[in-house]
């Protein structure tokens, strides 16, 4: 297989029905560390919105719990892509997502600007930092995957296209970015967590590698001192020289899911999906999609 091979077996299949297909060779196969690199800043953005980063303050779940809280997510999404919507697996996970979101007052609005993150700023971070843009075929694929995410977790006036949730992410964060105590509480507890993972004498500069690819309306919603530019041109500069040599490289063979990743470190012996998260409230928070009950036999 060669470099664009995955690109070409991609572009052969239907985005608006093989979506799933589609996402899951993007992701897994063409992008896993820069999916992982995109969604932390998807989710991190969704901080400087004061109503989503007061009640994450309150929840205390990404102060005093900031791994946890980073796996527990990282692999509830993850398992909706690697076995689907109507799998035992999926089906779990989003029944904790959605058990957890109810426990909460969350506007749609807001539900919906958290939804645009996870299928604008991919697009956003492979444009500047990716070995290849994503193709239109791609953006269509993961267009549709999130309304399907989004209806699964009841999510209402969900975009249909990829401008279409663009659109709806600026529009919103030009008029709701602002300052929260509780928000910029968050924002430092993240950052930390990103600087944990490097060894000790390294935590300080993980932490401006990660200030510098913010952009100015975040660092003004979170009130910090933009970073010096050239520490924005080395940091900028070496993720492009990474992308370089991405493209030299083979293609990968095998997929890899966020429960590869080196970051998820909560747990060590494995995990059952059903345990993932918190149980703030018990009773609520079963899919809003119907779903067809396969038989017995054909569960795995």
């Known amino acids: 297989m060669k470099r664009y091979d995955r690109l070409k077996e991609i572009q052969r299949l239907d985005p608006d ?43 205390a ?8 809280r980073y796996d527990d997510t990282a692999l509830l999404l993850d398992t909706v892509v690697e076995h689907g919507f109507d799998t035992e697996e999926g089906r779990t996970a989003l029944r904790r997502v959605n058990q957890m979101h109810r426990c909460y007052d969350i506007s ?23 070995w290849r ?13 999130y309304g399907a995410l989004g209806r699964h977790l009841g999510i209402k006036d969900i975009p249909r296209s990829f401008e279409e949730f663009e659109r709806f992410l600026d529009t919103y964060e030009a008029e709701h970015f602002g300052w929260d105590e509780g928000a910029r509480a968050v924002s430092d507890a993240t950052l930390a967590l990103m600087a944990s993972w490097y060894p000790r004498p390294l ?15 975040l660092l ?29 490289l083979p293609p990968r063979t095998k997929p890899h899911y966020a429960r590869q990743n080196p970051e998820i470190k909560g747990y060590p012996d494995g995990y059952t999906v059903a345990d993932l998260g918190t149980f703030p409230a018990p009773g609520s928070g079963g899919c809003p999609v119907p779903h067809i009950a396969r038989p017995a036999a054909a569960a795995e």
Do not use: N
């Open 61 to 68: 779940e990404l102060t005093d719990r900031s791994q946890k």
């Open 17 to 59: 029905k093989d979506f799933l297909t589609i996402y899951r060779l993007t992701w897994t196969h063409e992008f896993p560390w820069d999916h992982a690199r995109a969604l932390e800043l998807a989710l991190y953005r969704t901080y400087a919105v004061p109503s989503i980063g007061r009640l994450l303050a309150r929840t």
């Open 220 to 248: 003004k919603a979170f009130r910090y001192d933009p970073p010096a530019p050239a520490v924005r041109a080395v940091v900028r500069g070496a993720l492009k020289a990474r992308a370089r040599a991405v493209r030299l």
């Open 203 to 217: 935590a300080p500069l993980a932490r401006r590698a990660a200030l510098a690819l913010l952009d100015d309306t």
């Open 133 to 145: 843009r994503l193709s239109d075929h791609e953006l269509r694929a993961s267009a549709a995957y």
């Open 108 to 130: 749609d609005d807001d539900m919906r600007y958290v939804l645009c993150t996870f299928v604008v700023m991919p697009k956003r971070w492979l444009d500047s930092y990716g």
